[in-house]
């Protein structure tokens, strides 16, 4: 008998749910009804964050966003689903974490490439102009080394051997085949280099840093967009949550250009917005997360 009674309870508690959550979503004249969403990103301070924020808001959608320092947190957050979606890394940031974390956190979409740019303070005006045997300073961690090394190779001045990839180093330079050497160095000095080198490739931030002008560079690998197709920044969701309609309404509302837009003025047109399509995307990092196994 108190085994009915508790089976009975059980199915009235149910009921009772089911009928809450039932009148709590039949309503659509109730303006409170919200979405919310909770993304994590890096650089909070933005304005066009604030835009973002309201043009969502005009959607029904609230969101809250996790500002993260460490650019190691918001990957491991999203996967143990304390984020619904990260938006700070490129696609071959992304296809190191998952291959090295065995996860398949995957992008839903685009949004920008940042250049890196090649950049002197000996007059040269354009790469063709550095003279052979000269010296270029490039960072040395291995993501930006390698991107640095495929904007020299897009600009004419060294050679890699089999056409280089995201993973290349300074030891795939065809040094007989190259106009100039490269000289590996912390990426917080290649801007110091300046002084006493022919060139530096240098990363926005330490640009910004050093008071460069970002569009003083005399080269950059937004002419070549291709070869920059691992550094497309990207919308990370989890795999169950890439057909969500919020997360994907989100990145819609992100390519307004009231907020596509102010990024990019605010970056002088050394961020270029990226619109492929999550499969391209998707295309792209599995290129990246094979080439970083096979390279073990």
Known sequence: MKLRRLAVLAAAIALSTTLVACSSGSSDSDSSASTTVTIGITDISKDYWTTFKDLAADQGITVELQNFTDYQQPNPILTQGQLDANQFQHLLFLANYNVNADEDLTPIGATVVYQLGLYTAKGYA?????PDGGQIAIPNDATNQARALLVLQSAGLITLNGGGNALSTPADIDESASRVTVVPVDANQTAVQLQSLDGAVINNNFAADANLDPTSAIYSDLEDLTAAEPYINVWAVRKEDVDDATLNKLVEI?????????????????AVEVDKTPEELQTILTNLEDLIRAQG
Do not use: M, R, W
Request: hydrophobic share 25%; proline share 9%.
């Open 126 to 130: 354009e790469p063709s102009d550095i």
């Open 254 to 270: 992100y390519h307004d250009p009231s907020v596509i837009g102010a990024l990019v003025e605010e970056n002088k047109g050394t």
